[in-house]
């Protein structure tokens, strides 16, 4: 069945430490996007890719980083510089323009200890 | 300009009765106008979605109604049944962007 994987479920991180959260697809969508969402906050958009090798910032980048070095995959980095980190972060894709609506990952739940 | 206004926060509903969410949008540009539904613990699903050349689109219990005058768009959902007590966001999108612009979200509790 065609969808996106995201890994860890659930994932620790230390302060001062860099975590990696994974988000694959096999949908064959161009286009893939970061999301985090904090209670009562809604979807916030942190980075998305049109196209492999290219991304741009969201709403919320700083303390982020991406690479989309293949299009079915596209990692986002949580780095030390990201302060408040703890939040449920959601991936997506969709096809070219977002007119099929995009289609969501499980989501990971990041908590900082 | 760039946001979508949901309300309420929260709705609480009767086995059996309607609910309804509302949004409101001032960027005339918007042109796509979806609704996801989440699961707690889950990801965002695609619900139904709207274009602004229709005032309605119906799927089964889920109605969106549209006014495009008033820049504003609502979910009903019909006998609302227990298995709907969900998260619904709506959002919106213009043409030749992929970016959704998502209102903040309304949680659905349908006492049984």
């Known amino acids: 069945d065609g969808g996106i994987t995201q890994s860890p479920k659930y994932l620790f991180r230390k302060e001062g430490q860099n975590v990696t959260l994974s988000c694959e697809q096999n949908l064959n969508h161009d286009a893939m996007y970061w999301y985090r969402q904090d209670p009562g906050q809604g979807l916030r958009l942190i980075y998305y890719?049109?196209?492999?090798?290219?991304?741009q910032k969201g709403d919320i980048a700083e303390g982020y980083s991406v690479s989309r070095e293949k299009k079915e995959s596209f990692p986002l980095t949580v780095t030390s510089a990201q302060k408040n980190p703890t939040a449920f972060y959601l991936c997506a894709s969709s096809l070219d323009r977002g007119r099929g609506g995009y289609t969501f990952g499980s989501g990971t739940r990041l908590t900082v200890v | 300009q760039q946001q979508v206004k949901q309300s309420p926060q929260s709705l609480i509903v009767q086995k059996g009765g309607i609910s309804i969410i509302n949004c409101a949008y001032e960027n005339t540009a918007f042109d796509y106008f979806p609704w996801y539904q989440q699961f707690p613990g889950k990801g965002p699903a695609l619900l139904i979605a709207?274009?602004?050349?229709?005032s309605e689109k119906k799927e089964g219990r889920f109605t969106i109604s549209f006014n495009k005058s008033a820049k504003q768009f609502s979910l009903h959902i019909m006998d609302s049944q227990p298995g709907d007590s969900a998260t619904y966001f709506c959002?919106?999108?213009?043409?030749?962007?992929?970016?959704?612009?998502f209102g903040k979200g309304t949680k659905l509790t349908v006492n049984p």
């Open positions: 709207i274009r602004p050349d229709v």
């Open positions: 890719s049109q196209i492999v090798n290219d991304f």
């Open positions: 959002a919106a999108s213009m043409g030749g962007s992929e970016k959704l612009v």
